[in-house]
């Protein structure tokens, strides 16, 4: 029956098109987690020169 075929073929486009929704998802997602890291990475390290700069600065 082609109608069936056709019908499984739209199916599978929809799947193969949903699977990419979810994996574009997934990519700014872990972007985000990423631009977080990178975040919190720099304010510790500013934070940290901030300490040792406070630290040199008092001990003169």
Known sequence: LPTSNNFLNRANEYLIYLQ?????QQAVYYNQKARQKKMLLFAFVVILFLIIGLTIYLAR
């Open 20 to 24: 990419g929704a979810t994996n574009i």
